[in-house]
């Protein structure tokens, strides 16, 4: 029996509404991309069912997106593939997120090798340590550096893509961009949370573009369901899927991009067209880290992203705990064990933001990464933690035996991401997460040069580095700005396997700003220590901390936890934790088990 659980799910809610009817897709079709039903899915906590297919699986944030790649793979394309057309539409459907505008980590997996592709942003030739201060050489506050030019480092994603279809693609290149370009034609509706993001973000408004695109005359965002056509995209996306590369980082879209930037009315940036261009010189192939946790191999991202890192600190340090005797009850952690959790967190934060940044501009301790995650460097930081009290603030530890003489960067807020995991026929895999930073990223659309409607909103990616230069101390802080330098990042795209038989046995991976770190290690902890399945770990409640007070999302731990962890000193944050797991499992049966985060819009599809 074939499986079309997300097909089905979504006919179901649109006949319910619209009482229409839906035929089963067919299947080995050449690929002629038909606009499917859009339903609209609230924005909250919406329960999803997992699903469970035979032959390949695709998820992501958006239903139209999930489809995009489901037609891919029905094709004959495979999970790069799928992926370049899923990440085409989410610059459509979900701009407030990830898109062309902005960057990406791509893992691959060929049955054979990982292969890793780093489409992270670059700072400008212009850009310099000083970018985020004032005059009087403080630091610009948060909002004032994200909403200008200054935040805008040179997009990533479209080269990223480019390189991954090159090795790994398998139907032709502009096959692709047909659901995108179809959907920016002919309009999409628009879902309530787009609406609602839309609604609570005043600073868009402010940007010509945008502001003549999803708002009304009255400065009103256009309604949930309103038919959103985007024909400046359309026209972009057509010129790079018949021209390459070319068509975005050369010409009339370059110029655009910098010309936007240039010319904001209050904070301009210095990006020119040539350091648009020059994105075309970077190298977008790098080495994946991998590394073991019980009988497990988890592969990940190596910096300029921390998440592989403290993911596996955090697992590392754990393992050297004594496990208290309950870690799981009705589906909620322990306050004993969300105790070990935070203190491992806060120690794997605390050498994140000392130690970690890009590569070509940072030396890692010891000349190695992988010291920080020497087992052990990760025992004699376990040796720190108390079963009776939280340590409050952890100290870096002195991986590769001796300290830096480096500034410790002070928390820096990160928002908006999407992630997508897909596991074709073949077996092969891609972990694939997608960024403009903060939602809508600065604020600034470009609609190409093409003086068209619409167009693609730009990142704000550069506000990754630490504000300030040097710390307290007057220490260099390694994830300054530096002109051609890639900022940090928190994005943990993630491939596991077992570590004995070299068996891919999940793709997995969240948005969520710093606090992917804490998602995804969740997802890994809850499928692989917890005998979870892929949706009953993603649907586990959140937690996280950043080397400071710990956070639980609201409304879903008992008061008796709560009170257990402030009798261990914690202070406690309740909030929302809003993140977007989406993860593939292959079962023991050599099937595949989807599951997607019920506080975003995603689904999986597949056969």
Known sequence: MRFHSAFYIICFVVSAVMLTGCDEPSTDRPLSYAIPEQPELPTGFTPKPGWETSEFAVAAANPLATDAGYQIIQAGGSAVDAAIAVQLVLTLVEPQSSGIGGGAF???????????????????????????????????????????????GVPGTLALLKTAHDQHGV????????????????????????????????????????AAFYYDENGDPHPVGHNLKNPALAEILGEVANEGLSAFYEGRVAESIAERVQNHPERP?????????????????????????????????????????????????????????????????????????????????ADRNKYVADPLFADAPGGDWQSMLDDVYLSGRASLFSYDQTMG?????????????????SKEPERGTSHISIIDRDGNAVSMTTTIESGFGSRIMSDGGTGLTGGFLLNNELTDFSSTPIDEDGNLIANRVEAGKRPRSSMSPTLIFDSESGQLLATVGSPGGAAIIHYTAKAIIGMYDWGLNAQEAIDLPNFTDFNSSPVLEEERFPDSIIDALEALGHDVVIRPLTSGLQGIQVTEDGRLYGGADPRREGVVMGE
């Open 106 to 152: 791509l893992l691959a997996w060929d049955g054979e090798q990982i292969h890793a592709y780093n489409g992270r942003e670059t700072a400008p030739s212009a850009a310099d340590e000083n970018l985020f201060l004032d005059d009087d050489g403080e630091p610009l506050s948060f909002a004032e550096s994200v909403r200008s030019g200054l935040s805008v």
């Open 171 to 210: 139907l032709p290149w502009a096959d692709l961009f047909q659901p995108a370009i179809t959907l920016s034609e002919q309009g999409f509706n628009i879902s309530p949370r787009l609406h609602s993001l839309l609604m609570s973000d005043d600073a868009l408004r402010n940007d010509d573009i945008a």
């Open 269 to 349: 940036g210095q990006m020119t067209p040539e350091d648009v261009t020059g994105y075309l010189d970077l190298e977008m192939s790098t080495e994946a880290m991998c590394n073991e946790w019980k009988t497990f191999e988890i592969c990940g991202f190596p910096p300029p992203s921390s998440g592989h890192l403290a993911i596996m600190q955090i697992l590392g340090i754990m393992e050297h705990f004594e496990a208290p005797e309950t870690a799981l009850q009705d589906s909620v952690p322990s306050a004993n064990w969300l105790h070990q959790f935070f203190e491992a967190s806060k120690m794997a934060f």
């Open 393 to 409: 603030t952890a100290e870096p530890g002195y991986p590769g035996g001796e300290q830096a003489l480096l500034g410790i960067q």
